[in-house]
């Protein structure tokens, strides 16, 4: 069974930054796509970034510039840097795993971590 666990939110002020992490076990890391999704109350999960074996895909405009997707597959452990946060950034953060290519849309996706909470104020 694979297993996603999120670490590294918080609360942090506008104009801060925060870093993500998601350390993965149970499967062949680099043979899997992550992908960080975020889902504020009220709201649908969208997607933010995405990683795959070679490159990466920003999932929505307000990535850009901003936050940064990574991963170090010798820990088996996904990344976002997030800088310049913004109140509209607040949402539990997910990150996500599935076999095959990049993709930004959850339905593709059929591994989810519990999530982390960030709150910007």
């Known amino acids: 069974q694979v297993q996603l666990v999120e670490s590294g939110g918080g609360s942090v002020q506008a104009g801060g930054s925060l870093t993500l992490s998601c350390a993965a076990s149970r499967f062949t890391y680099k043979d899997y796509s992550m992908a960080w999704f975020r889902q504020a109350p009220g709201k649908e999960r969208e997607g933010v970034a995405t990683?795959?074996?070679?490159?990466?895909?920003t999932c929505a405009d307000f990535v850009k510039g901003r936050f940064t997707i990574s991963k170090d597959n010798a820990k088996n452990t996904l990344y976002l840097q997030m800088n310049s946060l913004k109140p509209e950034d607040s949402a539990m953060y997910y990150c996500a795993a599935r076999y095959g290519g990049r993709r930004c849309d959850k339905d593709d996706y059929n591994y989810w971590g519990q999530g982390t909470q960030v709150t910007v104020s």
């Open positions: 990683i795959g074996r070679v490159g990466s895909t």
